[in-house]
């Protein structure tokens, strides 16, 4: 029942991130030609929105874990982490900042709604009831914040060179290097806050079923039949002499 759940939900936010950002990939190849120069100009720009990069972030680990609700391993730890907090910023930045800033298309409104709002909303419901967790621990946490560096490396680095940034509160040349700097560390403490939040949350929660810590296998569910040598084979299979009988083992818009 919980692995139909999982599914589900994972399955949800997966098919609600295809939406939205289809939806934005639509609206690149159809306006004019005059709104952000050449397709691939359009697309890079599309692409380069931390919105629809955490709403990818989300959706890709999301549509995995639908398919297997206990994937695991270390760089799969840190692109969920990445995913939830990410989608987390993205909500509360958008919310707190830009919402309102732009008029939109009926497609636009849509688009919006998904890539802001629900997706954040169902992609942490299904972090807190299906998991799965604990994930979060330390290195994960850590290597973690690689990846919003490297965005915001890549935003100031490609807007000197173009004179284009994805959002107005970090446009150099609008609002000044300094306060979009001061701007960006806003954000990471965002982030950094946000991280701290949910490995503290994720260790207070029970983990659930078939959860894996710290990336060393399965959560230890260790039994009197899993201790010790070879048992006697008439004898009950928790006897400590040895191997238990194997059919008694644990089954395993706006942007």
Do not use: K
């Not at 060393?216 to 400590?240: E, K, L, M, Y």
């Amino acid at each position: 029942m919980r692995s139909a759940a999982a599914r589900t939900l994972h399955g949800l936010v997966a098919v609600m991130v295809l939406v939205g950002v289809g939806v934005e990939v639509v609206t690149a190849f159809t306006d004019g030609p005059g709104v952000a120069g050449t397709m691939a100009e359009r697309l890079t720009r599309l692409f380069s929105y931390f919105t629809i990069q955490s709403n990818l972030l989300v959706g890709g680990t999301s549509a995995l874990l639908a398919l297997d609700p206990q994937r695991d391993g270390r760089v799969f730890r840190v692109l969920r982490l990445d995913g939830l907090l990410c989608i987390g910023v993205t909500g509360i930045v958008y919310h707190a900042v830009l919402a309102g800033l732009q008029e939109l298309t009926p497609s636009g409104a849509l688009a919006n709604l998904l890539l802001h709002t629900t997706v954040a909303v169902v992609a942490v419901v299904a972090w807190l009831v299906v998991g799965p967790r604990p994930r979060a621990d330390r290195a994960t946490v850590l290597w973690s914040v690689a990846y919003p560096v490297a965005w915001l490396v890549w935003t100031f680095g490609r807007g000197a060179a173009v004179g284009w940034y994805p959002y107005p509160f970090l446009d150099v040349g609008e609002i000044g290097g300094t306060r979009a700097v001061v701007n960006a560390l806003v954000v990471a403490v965002v982030f950094l806050l946000l991280a701290g939040v949910v490995a503290f949350v994720e260790h207070r929660l029970p983990p659930t079923p078939g959860a894996v810590r710290d990336g060393s296998g399965p959560v230890d569910r260790v039994g009197p039949a899993d201790r010790g040598g070879a048992a006697d084979p008439d004898g009950p299979a928790g006897d400590r002499g040895g191997a238990a009988d194997p059919d008694g083992s644990v089954d395993a818009g706006a942007r």
